[in-house]
């Protein structure tokens, strides 16, 4: 069963609508849905970094797209996003927001399987948007800092590559 999800919303205020380009990130990646993914970045000149125990950073956002939503879609995942705070002057074009997650991951069909392989991280974003021509809030730079994690780290490896010289 494919759901569709609308990539904007009516009748949001503008810090509800500055919050909802993260929650399009995180139900995009949820549900493996690139248009609603790509609603919520500012274009390919974008960033996303990852701090845990080393720090990556995905410049561009066909890499982000390679990097998270390829490799978190196909998984039965949930990112649960809370303490949200919006940082915003009225009438301006920018602004930026912190908010907490917790993030359960799970091989694809294996996700409501109780003693099935999992990985939950904890962390903080750091997000800085912009307001497009549209006046869509769109996601410039993300950061995730990791807190603590649980589970099978491996899940979030990349696969070994395969010997096709056979």
């Known amino acids: 069963m494919s ?16 919050a909802d380009a993260l929650y399009r990130a995180a139900i995009a990646s949820d549900h493996h849905d690139s248009a609603l993914f790509n609603s919520a970045w500012a274009g390919e000149d974008v960033s996303m970094e990852l701090h845990d125990d080393n720090k990556r950073v ?12 390829d490799k978190v879609g196909p998984m039965d995942t949930t990112h649960n996003i809370s303490m949200v705070r919006v940082n915003y ?6 602004a930026s927001l912190t908010a907490t997650s917790t993030a359960q991951h799970a091989p694809s069909g294996t996700g409501r399987d109780p003693n099935g392989t999992k990985y939950t991280v904890g962390g903080e974003y750091s997000v800085d948007l912009i ?3 549209a006046g869509v809030w769109k996601i410039k730079r993300l950061v995730l800092n990791v807190i603590w994690t649980s589970g099978d780290a491996s899940l979030m490896r990349p696969p ?6 056979a």
Request: hydrophobic share 35%.
């Open 3 to 18: 759901q569709s999800f609308p990539q904007t919303l009516p009748f949001l205020s503008q810090r509800e609508a500055i």
């Open 89 to 94: 002057q009225d009438g301006a074009d920018t």
């Open 160 to 165: 070994p590559e395969v010997d096709t010289a």
């Open 58 to 69: 995905l410049q561009g956002l066909s890499l982000i797209r390679t990097n998270v939503l």
């Open 131 to 133: 307001k497009d021509e």
